[in-house]
């Protein structure tokens, strides 16, 4: 079974950081792209970034410059550093991976996390 576990939300004043983190577990044989989502209440769930295996990263033009997607293969990790938040930036995020797993026989497949709330108010 494998999961998508996200952890780093919470209540943020404008203009602050926060750190995202996804750690994937199960029977996990490799993970190709891995990232970040978000969904405002009312709103469609849009990219937020991306990052391959080899560490190409791609950004909403929204983030550019303001966040910053990096992972740790050894660990099956995601990280997103969110820096000079801003109150549009609310909303819950959502970690995703495209990944191949063993479970007697090798398969491919996309799974999402929970999600994790990432208020940013004053």
């Known amino acids: 079974q494998v999961q998508l576990v996200e952890s780093g939300g919470g209540l943020v004043q404008p203009g602050g950081s926060l750190r995202l983190s996804c750690a994937a577990s199960?029977?996990?044989?490799?993970?190709?792209?891995m990232g970040w989502y978000r969904q405002a209440p009312g709103k469609q769930r849009d990219l937020v970034a991306t990052?391959?295996?080899?560490?190409?990263?791609n950004y909403a033009d929204s983030v550019k410059g303001r966040f910053t997607i990096s992972r740790d293969n050894a660990k099956n990790t995601v990280y997103l550093q969110m820096n000079s938040l801003k109150p549009e930036d609310t909303a819950v995020y959502y970690c995703?991976?495209?990944?191949?797993?063993?479970?007697?026989?090798?398969?491919?497949?996309?799974?999402w996390g929970q999600g994790t709330q990432v208020t940013v108010s004053s």
């Open positions: 995703n991976a495209d990944l191949r797993y063993w479970s007697k026989g090798y398969y491919t497949g996309n799974y």
């Open positions: 199960g029977s996990i044989f490799s993970i190709n792209a």
């Open positions: 990052i391959t295996s080899g560490h190409s990263t």
